[in-house]
């Protein structure tokens, strides 16, 4: 079946940044860089890296690993982690004094709090500083330091089945949040077990989910300084998606799907609405089983559609004698032929002025590029919110249960933040 590219109108778009998990495999592997050990000023040092993909993570990471030996005479040993369970793994590694020489992941400033982290100053040439873009040093800074650098970013979108909304009657995207939920009636009523909206809000990445819909509200997790979780904006978001799970508009037990789970279900033909990315896109052409459009999404304050981004760190972690060899992974990441490579072999958009240069060709990006150098992420540059994003995804999809109360769910993510985790 022919599928159809992303039709988004770039002015129409007010963008805002988070990758809070911007993948999301499963299980776990573990290479050996090789050599160097024997050599004179040689370095053994780890990476702990979440698997965004099954076909290309370990693929690239392997590569690199043996790259980085021949370049540098120094050993990188590789450990892959899915992203379910990758939060809890390096906290466990880091509460035990086992803290890798780099770690992936999206959150840092809570390590950095605790001067466990290399400043971009120690570990990143001036070339290398110079060439991020300034959304993501803007993210990465946590009390005037750079330590969050970034290894891949994605914005997010609405995409939509059109053979399902033909076969419902839509003539086309959503552009309210009561268009969104008319639409999604029309498409559960076709039977055959659609759903009309796949809402993914388990512990994957529902702190993702959510801000797509919160930011499309008025809403935001924090209002400078303070924190707005329980907003009533947010509570108003988080109470429609509870109604649209109550009016059987979504697929069961939302509270336990995961995005992968969500992007599944829309692969299969079976969902008529979801939010998603560059890679989904890309894995719809590749399989050629449904045809999509892609759409800002609706917004219900009648402001400017805004979309969701993300970006994840490859953090650095301070020990004894590592310094030298941290520096090289770097010099070595950040050369365009690698990391623009690992970007474009996972799907998704780049992180540096050079990157935007290398992806500007591509017509399929556009949309996504034309967003990024102006987005706003989530507020990874606050300690609190490593626990916050952890709390959010245990405790909010239980909101929208049938006994659940979003009121109830916020205030207790807002008491949580404003205890200090």
């Known amino acids: 079946m022919k ?15 988070a990758l809070s998990a911007c993948g ?89 709090k605790d001067d466990l982290l290399y400043g971009a100053d120690e570990v990143l040439s001036e070339d290398v500083k110079a060439d991020i873009l300034d959304t993501f040093v803007d993210s990465g800074t946590y009390d005037g330091t750079f330590y969050g650098f970034p290894d891949l970013a994605s914005v997010r979108a609405l995409f939509y089945n059109t053979d399902l909304f033909e076969q419902a009657g839509i003539d086309g995207p959503p552009g309210t949040w009561d268009e969104l939920a008319q639409d999604a009636q029309q498409i559960s009523d076709l039977g055959e077990n659609n759903a009309g909206y796949a809402l993914p809000l388990g512990p994957e990445e529902s702190q993702g989910e ?20 329980n907003s009533a904006a947010n509570v108003e978001a988080l109470s429609f998606l509870k109604q649209l799970n109550q009016d059987g508009v979504t697929q069961n037990n939302p509270a336990r799907t995961n995005r992968a789970d969500a992007f599944d279900l829309f692969r299969s033909g ?102 990024l150098p102006n987005a706003r992420l989530t507020p990874t540059d606050d300690p609190t919110w490593d626990r916050i994003k952890l709390a959010v995804q245990q405790n909010l999809g239980a909101a929208v249960d049938e006994d659940g109360d979003p009121q109830q769910v916020l205030d207790q993510l807002q008491q949580t933040a404003e205890s200090g985790g």
Do not use: C, R
């Open 270 to 371: 079976k969902a008529g609405m979801v939010i998603g990315f560059s890679p989904l896109a890309d894995s719809l052409d590749e399989e050629g089983n449904v045809n999509y459009e892609v759409a800002s999404f609706p917004t219900n304050d009648g402001s400017e559609s805004k979309t969701f981004g993300v970006t994840d760190y490859l953090m650095a972690f301070k020990k004894d004698g590592n310094q030298e060899a941290v520096k090289a992974f770097y010099d070595l990441y950040y050369q365009p032929d690698q990391v623009n490579t690992f970007i474009k072999k996972e799907g998704f958009l780049p992180v540096t002025e050079s990157g935007l240069e290398e992806f500007s060709d591509d017509e399929d990006l556009k949309v996504y590029l034309d967003t």
């Open 210 to 229: 959510f801000s797509m819909w919160l930011y499309n509200n008025g809403g935001t997790w924090k209002d400078g300084d303070t924190w707005a979780i």
């Open 3 to 17: 599928t159809t590219k992303a039709t988004l109108v770039a002015g129409s778009i007010a963008t805002v940044l």
């Open 24 to 112: 999301g495999g499963t299980g776990a592997s573990q290479s050996d860089g090789g050599g160097g050990d024997g050599e004179s000023g040689s370095q053994t040092i780890k990476l702990v890296a979440a698997e965004y993909s099954k076909d290309n993570t370990k693929a690239f990471w392997d590569s690199f690993a043996k790259t980085y030996n021949e370049e540098t005479g120094h050993t990188l040993e590789v450990q892959i982690v899915s992203w379910e369970n990758i939060d809890q793994q390096s906290s466990t590694m880091i509460q035990n004094n086992q803290a890798p020489d780099i770690l992936n992941l999206n959150t840092y400033a809570s390590y950095a």
